[in-house]
């Protein structure tokens, strides 16, 4: 026995680690019906972008494989869906669209990971963020998202691409000059940019409201935009049927977020709010 007692050891080890993998709940492999999705929305049919994103985080490895795709609108379609499922893997995986050979992908991955991954966005963006500034890039998001990388290669990025004379637009939105992101995305005070009466640099400010920092300038936003009445219809921001927004109201809401206050009146991303509600809001949010 003494003899056999090393293969005897090595049976029930064995054993012991097959029982214990039996005991393991065991996750479906998804990867041939992320396939079956895909195609589908390849073909126009049926519900594939609702089915991959029920699979949850199993489904991101095989969705990622489509960033590679000969098809440039599959490819938006995969950085569409991981910007979806928003996910910590979900914005890790949409990394590789920052340098897509279609600059428009590149562009709606960079604004797909400012919308989506702010709060967490994966360090290996950084490197393709600054290309993509290098690059002359026109989308904001790219700009802003270089923000939480700080350091010498970013900031000879955002310098090279504080040299381009076309303005930029954060996702979509009105164009503002590049100056204004940048200073945004180098996370110091703002000053007299956010005094700005242009209508346009104040709703791209409250679009990256979450990269703005100082409490000051955050004093002064509150103070000057809820009282700013012009209408901003067709300018991307939220309306009502047959009621223009206005800015306050815009201003009103993004603040309340930014400032995780909670009203004592409903916030509905569709109605103009009272003066008094509008005084209250100043009041309550970033008093000076």
Known sequence: ??????????????????????AQP???????????????????????????????????????RYLKDRDSSMRSQAVAVLASMGTPAACEAMVPGLEDASPDNRDRTAAALYRKCLNHPPASAARPLRALLRQ??????????LGHFPGAESDAA?????????????EGGLPVPAAIAIAVASGKELG??????????????????????????????????????REIEDTGMPSGAGTKRRLCDAALEALAKRADWKPPFELDGIRRYSDEERRQAKAALFPR
């Open 136 to 145: 002359g890039t026109s989308e904001a998001a790219a700009f802003l998202l």
């Open 26 to 64: 065991k996750t479906p492999a998804k990867g041939n019906e992320v396939d079956q999705a895909f195609e589908a929305m390849r073909a126009g049919r049926g519900t594939g972008f609702e089915k991959v994103l029920s699979m949850g985080d199993a489904a991101v490895p095989a969705t990622a």
């Open 158 to 170: 955002l310098d090279i691409a504080s040299k381009q004379r076309k303005p930029v637009r954060l």
């Open 192 to 229: 007299p940019l956010v005094r700005t009466e242009a209508l346009p640099e104040r709703l791209f400010l409250l679009s990256a409201l979450p990269m703005i920092r100082a409490p000051k300038d955050l004093s002064n936003m509150a103070a000057g935009y809820l009282d700013d009445i």
């Open 1 to 22: 026995m003494i003899v056999y007692a090393p293969i005897l050891r090595i049976i029930l080890a064995a054993a012991a680690l097959s029982s214990l993998a039996c």
